[in-house]
């Protein structure tokens, strides 16, 4: 049991947290373990994806106050908690050339503007596991990629007590993974079920267009099917990003749960042994008064670093029309292979 645990989620945008590990949120809260979301920013810019509320004049007026309600919704349904990093949404930047992104926005801040804003939460909420976005950020989102880069500054920054000293007493969380998500062997396998059962995939299009960017490397496997349905009531609470009938909900419930019952996590970084075949985040850490001993320890040493040094050689990139989840998909509901499934901005 995770009772007394502390698991921080460090997110983009709000919805992210719906869309990505948010079956094992609701688990963990379910557990007796505390989850912080942290959104790094408002969402300001994202698009209105679902189309029964485009042209809302509510909406189209204040989209940032939406955008913070939905979040509240979607906290609720979860029950966790949340702050806001407070910095500004990139948008999604489309053309060719694409133009360059806006002044003040998030990926265009100072790194050490945004590390240090993310370590003052880590040591306020003292997590014992962080989770983010892997290097590419899931798909080339510059607040994605952002998200990445600051998460993983946090973590190594934030026990150390030379780094940003008036930013709270030194915590060091002892693990940061990487979200998993939509590897093409769950794709295929629910796809496989859906044509089993006499039932149209929504998937068939999407693998036959499969150009995977990244190949996730998943070394914890949460079971977390019963609260599948949580995570899709937290999605819709984010109802300017999400159609109810659209294409994330054509699959049952009873597949999913039967078919891919899990979430994959990839550990990035852990100051703890990292056993085969892992399926807790809080695996190896003890009690809580253990963790938290742990964590303020002046001798720890990195056990496992899972981090890519080198680039793979860059693929041939795809067009605009086939990024488009709308036609496609996306691999990125918690953030491997291609585009991004609740937002796109």
């Known amino acids: ?10 997110h983009a945008h709000p919805d992210d947290e719906s869309s990505k590990g948010a079956a094992t949120t609701a688990k963990y809260v379910a557990e007796g373990a505390s989850v912080m979301v942290v959104s790094c920013t408002g969402g300001e810019r994202g698009d209105i994806l679902n189309e029964k509320l485009k042209g809302d004049p509510h909406i189209l007026r204040d989209i940032a106050q939406v955008r913070r309600d939905e979040m509240k919704a979607a906290q609720d349904v979860l029950g966790c908690e949340h702050t806001w990093l407070g910095f500004v949404d990139s948008g999604l930047p489309e053309g060719d050339p694409l133009p360059p992104l806006p002044d003040g926005c998030f990926a265009l801040e100072d790194i050490d503007v945004t590390t240090e804003a993310l370590v003052r939460v880590i040591r306020a909420w003292r997590p014992h596991v962080m989770t983010t976005y892997d290097e590419k950020g899931g798909y080339p989102h510059p607040d994605h990629i952002m998200c990445h880069t600051v998460s993983m500054a946090a973590f190594e920054a934030a026990g150390d007590p030379s780094r940003y000293p008036h930013a709270g007493e030194p915590w060091q969380p002892l693990k940061i993974y990487y979200n998993g998500g939509w590897s093409k062997p769950r794709l295929e396998a629910i796809h496989d079920a859906m044509l089993a059962e006499g039932l149209e995939s929504p998937y068939a299009e999407w693998l036959a267009n499969w150009k995977p960017r990244r190949s996730g490397r998943p070394t914890t496997t949460i079971a977390c099917a019963d609260h599948f349905e949580t995570r899709d009531r937290a999605l819709l609470a984010h109802a300017t990003q999400v159609d109810p009938d659209g294409f994330w909900f054509q699959v049952p419930l009873e597949v999913q749960r039967r078919v891919w019952g899990v979430e994959e996590f ?42 890519i040094t080198e680039e793979p050689e860059p693929e041939e990139p795809e067009s605009e029309e086939a990024q488009r989840p709308e036609q496609h998909g996306d691999s990125s509901d918690t953030h491997v292979d291609e585009d991004d499934t609740a937002a796109r901005r």
Not at 1 to 10: D, N, P, S, T
Not at 269 to 275: D, F, G, H, R, S
Not at 279 to 292: I, M, V
Request: charged letters at 25%.
């Open 1 to 10: 049991m995770a009772e007394g645990m502390r698991l921080m989620a460090v």
């Open 266 to 307: 990839e550990a990035a970084v852990t100051y703890v042994p990292l056993a085969e075949g892992e399926d807790d985040l809080f695996a190896g850490l003890g009690s809580p008064e253990e963790a938290d001993a742990l964590a303020t320890s002046t001798d720890l040493r990195i056990v496992h670093d899972g981090r």
